[in-house]
Nanobody
Framework: QVQLVESGGGLVQAGGSLRLSCVASGRIFSINPMGWYRQAPGKQRELVAS???????NYADSVKGRFTISRDSAKNTVDLQMNSLNADDTAVYYC???????????????WGQGTQVTVSS
């Protein structure tokens, strides 16, 4: 099993910044990729950004140029630096990891408990 623990959410004014962090722990063969999703009230969960073990990244169009995802594969951590926040970024943010329990296992999704990000205008 893999446990994901997030930190760093909170309340920020529009134009401000926040940094989210997530650490994965547990018995796992590999984790790839890691990323962040978010879910606003009344909306579906959506991908914000993901990063592969080799460093390649993928961002939602709405956050390109404002958010930066980074990863420390040795420590199984993934961070999301969020700048120029606006009200549309208000949501619960979830850490995600696709993990293989063993080398022969299929990857499966693991999720953190979520952390609230609220941007006041």
């Amino acid at each position: 099993q893999v446990q994901l623990v997030e930190s760093g959410g909170g309340l920020v004014q529009a134009g401000g910044s926040l940094r989210l962090s997530c650490v994965a722990s547990g018995r796992i063969f590999s984790i790839n990729p890691m990323g962040w999703y978010r879910q606003a009230p009344g909306k579906q969960r959506e991908l914000v950004a993901s990063i592969a073990s080799g460093g390649s990244t993928n961002y939602a169009d709405s956050v390109k140029g404002r958010f930066t995802i980074s990863r420390d594969s040795a420590k199984n951590t993934v961070d999301l630096q969020m700048n120029s926040l606006n009200a549309d970024d208000t949501a619960v943010y979830y850490c995600n990891a696709v993990g293989q329990r063993y080398s022969t296992s299929s990857g499966r999704d693991y999720w953190g408990q979520g952390t609230q990000v609220t941007v006041s205008s």
